[in-house]
Nanobody
Framework: QVQLVESGGGLVQAGGSLRLSCAVSGATFRSYDMGWFRQAPGKEREFVAAIGWSGGGTYYADSVKGRLTISRENAKNTVYLQMNSLKPEDTAVYYC??????????????????????WGRGTQVTVSS
């Protein structure tokens, strides 16, 4: 059974940084594409970033480009989201997601909620102004 556990969320002032981690168990991690999504109160879950199984392809929402960086460490079965220059509008619950690898560089294949089969429970990120 594939399990994803997020950590690293918290309260930070605008302009600050956080690093989220997502530990994966029950799967051959290197065979999975990974994504980060977020959901603010009263809003739909939205794509933030994704990384292909090999780490060679990364994808970002326009709203986070240049501020957030996704990476993975296959030896530790972990994917990270480094968050810099945080803004109040980044406040949300952040979810890690996984799916078996697919061999495509088509961005749309990485950005939809329905593209992923496995989800963590989320970690809260709050950015104060």
């Amino acid at each position: 059974q594939v399990q994803l556990v997020e950590s690293g969320g918290g309260l930070v002032q605008a302009g600050g940084s956080l690093r989220l981690s997502c530990a994966v168990s029950g799967a051959t991690f290197r065979s999975y594409d990974m994504g980060w999504f977020r959901q603010a109160p009263g809003k739909e879950r939205e794509f933030v970033a994704a990384i292909g199984w090999s780490g060679g392809g990364t994808y970002y929402a326009d709203s986070v480009k240049g501020r957030l960086t996704i990476s993975r460490e296959n030896a530790k079965n972990t994917v990270y989201l480094q968050m810099n220059s945080l803004k109040p509008e980044d406040t949300a619950v952040y979810y890690c997601a996984a799916r078996r690898q697919i061999y495509t560089s088509n961005t749309s294949a990485y950005t939809g909620v329905g593209n992923y089969n496995y989800w963590g429970r989320g970690t809260q990120v709050t950015v104060s102004s």
